[in-house]
């Protein structure tokens, strides 16, 4: 019996339909100012690679599906709190596995 292997293409596709705590991160810095450079660095991609990835991340169909939600100032400020929070819980479990470097 041959077991296929997915290929990188596939995992591409599979990957547009989750949800990563760095598109969340985006998408949350996104709305602040619809500036998809300026989020980029603000949620933490390098300079040298905001622009291409800002640009990038906005074509994204997650991106694109959360973004056609009508989100106003109370909704935007339960996202940044919810957020943070997971950004807690994350240091949390990297304490707890010692990943604090990574």
């Known amino acids: 019996m041959r077991i296929r292997q ?7 596709k ?9 598109t ?7 709305l602040k100012d619809r500036d998809a ?10 300079e040298n690679y ?17 973004l056609e939600a009508d989100v106003d100032e109370r909704e935007q ?3 940044e709190k919810a957020l943070a929070e997971i950004e807690k819980q994350m240091d949390i479990c990297k304490e707890i596995l010692n990943l604090q470097d990574f």
């Open 37 to 46: 450079r300026m989020a980029a660095l603000r949620s933490g991609v390098p």
């Open 24 to 30: 969340l991160k985006f998408i949350v810095e996104f």
């Open 77 to 79: 400020l339960k996202l």
């Open 6 to 12: 997915v290929g990188f293409s596939s995992r591409l």
């Open 14 to 22: 599979a990957h547009r339909k989750i949800l990563t705590l760095e």
């Open 50 to 66: 905001a622009s291409r990835q800002g640009a990038w991340l906005k074509k994204h169909a997650i991106v694109l599906a959360a």
